[in-house]
C-alpha cells in the first residue's frame, strides 16, 4: 500500500529487554514524527526529522529511547532496558514539509511485562 | 495544566442529534489548529483544520476563537459512523509542524 507501514504490530517484551520499532513512510515525503499513545491520552510527540537529521528530540522520555533514520527513509526506534511504562502504542507519522498533513500508521503496540 | 484540554466524554447521541465540542489551549503562540478522528484501535487521521474565520465541511464545522484560546466542532446530523474519538490538536511550533494533542472526546452516536 501506499500509507505508513510499522512493525511489528504488537510487540511484548520482559522489562529490562531491548525493542526495536521500525517506521516506512511514504514514498518521499521528507518529514517523519514518532508519538507515544499511552492508554487513554491523545498521541505525545517524541521526535522529528527532516531527511536524516534529527531536528527535535524534546519529547524522548529518557535517554533510553533512541531515534535513528540513516538514510532518511526508513526510521527505527530503539528503547533500552524497558520498563512497564513504556507500554504504549507507538505511532510514526510522515509528511511532505513543512506544514503539510500527517499521516499516520497504524502504529506498533508494546507491552512490557 | 495540560497544553490543550478537552472533555474525555463520552457524549451518548442519538442518530440525527447535533453534537458539540470543546476544546482550550494554553500557548497563546500556537500555530495551527486541527481536528483528528481516531477510531478504535487504529491510527489519527484528520479530520479537518480550524481557521480563525470558521470553517465548514459537510456536516462538520470548526470554530477558531484566538482571543479566548478556545476550538469546537460542532457536528450536525450525527451519524452511526461519527462514532469514534476526537482528537483536538495544536501546532506549537514555527518551523515545522509540532503537534500537541488533547487527551481526545469520545462520542458514541446510537441507533
Known amino acids: 500500500g501506499a500509507g505508513v507501514s510499522q512493525s511489528p504490530r504488537y510487540k511484548v517484551a520482559k522489562r529490562g529487554q531491548d525493542v526495536a520499532l521500525r517506521c516506512d513512510p511514504i514514498s518521499g515525503h521528507v518529514s517523519l514524527f514518532w508519538y507515544q499513545q499511552a492508554l487513554g491520552q491523545g498521541p505525545e510527540f517524541l521526535t522529528y526529522?527532516?531527511?536524516?537529521?534529527?531536528?527535535?528530540k524534546s519529547g524522548l522520555p529518557s535517554d533510553r529511547f533512541f531515534a535513528e533514520r540513516p538514510e532518511g527513509s526508513v526510521s527505527t526506534l530503539k528503547i533500552q532496558r524497558t520498563q512497564q511504562e513504556d507500554s504504549a502504542v507507538y505511532l510514526c507519522?510522515?509528511?511532505?514539509?513543512?506544514?503539510?498533513?500527517?499521516?499516520f500508521g497504524d502504529g506498533t503496540r508494546l507491552s512490557i511485562l | 495544566r495540560k497544553e490543550v484540554e478537552q472533555d474525555p466524554g463520552p457524549f451518548n447521541v442519538p442518530e440525527g442529534a447535533t453534537v458539540a465540542f470543546n476544546c482550550t489551549y494554553s500557548n497563546s503562540a500556537s500555530q495551527s489548529f486541527f481536528w483528528y478522528r481516531q477510531d478504535c484501535r487504529k491510527e489519527p487521521k484528520l479530520l479537518m483544520s480550524?481557521?480563525?474565520s470558521g470553517n465548514e465541511d459537510g456536516r462538520f464545522t470548526a470554530q477558531l476563537n484566538r482571543a479566548s484560546q478556545y476550538i469546537s466542532l460542532l457536528i450536525r446530523d450525527s451519524k452511526l459512523s461519527d462514532s469514534a474519538t476526537y482528537l483536538c490538536v495544536v501546532n506549537m511550533n514555527t518551523g515545522f509542524q509540532k503537534l500537541v494533542f488533547g487527551t481526545g472526546t469520545r462520542l458514541l452516536v446510537s441507533p
Open positions: 526529522f527532516q531527511n536524516e537529521a534529527q531536528l527535535d
Open positions: 480550524v481557521y480563525s
Open positions: 507519522a510522515s509528511s511532505l514539509p513543512p506544514y503539510q498533513p500527517q499521516h
